[in-house]
T-cell receptor, first 114, second 113 residues
Framework: EAGVTQFPSHSVIEKGQTVTLRCDPI?????LYWYRRVMGKEIKFLLH????????ESGMPNNRFLAERTGGTYSTLKVQPAELEDSGVYFC????????????FGPGTRLTVL | DQQVKQNSPSLSVQEGRISILNCDYT??????FLWYKKYPAEGPTFLIS?????DKNEDGRFTVFLNKSAKHLSLHIVPSQPGDSAVYFC????????????FGDGTTLTVKP
């Protein structure tokens, strides 16, 4: 069974540019999460999809971030325009059940904004 | 304000000895706790969890202890092996918002041969 995959693995962009990160969850997992780790600190929750619906987007930092999950399969996270403080590692995770089920994480996308 | 704290950024242990990683939380609504292990260039991997109705959960070499009154949990690894060297994250969630996990900063464990 394939795990959670993320693309790209690394992205280096200039401040003001747009970047789109993609996450493919484990097949059959309705729950998809985005997290971010900045400067080696804690892994911070961004948002949670159940199928194609946003269950909780309380962690999205501002309206420069847009997450979508059309069709309830893969998800994209777009940052537009990117700022220096957006640099970090963006993790995607998925789980089969909503409640008290461990999440399977992807390898992350390292985003560097110059 | 950070709700889950791992106050030790790093820990070094000799192979075969016990590793104890600590985690403190402030939110009384948290009732489910997890530990994840992370190797470089990989995502976190689930290790072990505990519900607030328990005070101990054991899985092989890994045991998690929960002290609800102190809002403290710990992960014990016995015996420690060099392959255990990784970053360990403590995470907490609430049954009122089960999809959202709150993580600590992580503790880097180094097990020396």
């Amino acid at each position: 069974e394939a795990g959670v995959t993320q693309f790209p693995s690394h992205s280096v962009i200039e401040k003001g540019q747009t970047v789109t990160l993609r996450c493919d969850p484990i097949s059959g997992h309705d729950n998809l999460y985005w997290y971010r780790r900045v400067m080696g600190k804690e892994i911070k929750f961004l948002l949670h999809f159940v199928k194609e619906s946003k269950q909780d987007e309380s962690g999205m930092p501002n309206n420069r971030f847009l997450a979508e999950r059309t069709g309830g399969t893969y998800s994209t996270l777009k940052v537009q325009p990117a700022e220096l403080e957006d640099s970090g590692v963006y993790f995607c995770a998925s789980s089969q059940d909503f409640f008290w089920d461990e999440q399977f994480f992807g390898p992350g996308t390292r985003l560097t904004v110059l | 304000d950070q709700q889950v704290k791992q106050n030790s950024p790093s820990l070094s242990v000799q192979e075969g000895r016990i590793s104890i990683l600590n985690c403190d939380y402030t939110n009384s609504m948290f009732d489910y706790f997890l530990w994840y292990k992370k190797y470089p260039a990989e995502g976190p991997t689930f290790l072990i969890s505990i519900s607030s109705i328990k005070d101990k959960n054991e899985d092989g070499r890994f045991t998690v202890f929960l002290n609800k009154s102190a809002k403290h949990l710990s992960l014990h690894i016995v015996p420690s092996q060099p392959g255990d060297s990784a970053v360990y994250f403590c995470a907490a969630s609430s049954s009122t918002n089960a999809g959202k996990s709150t993580f600590g900063d992580g503790t880097t464990l180094t097990v020396k041969p």
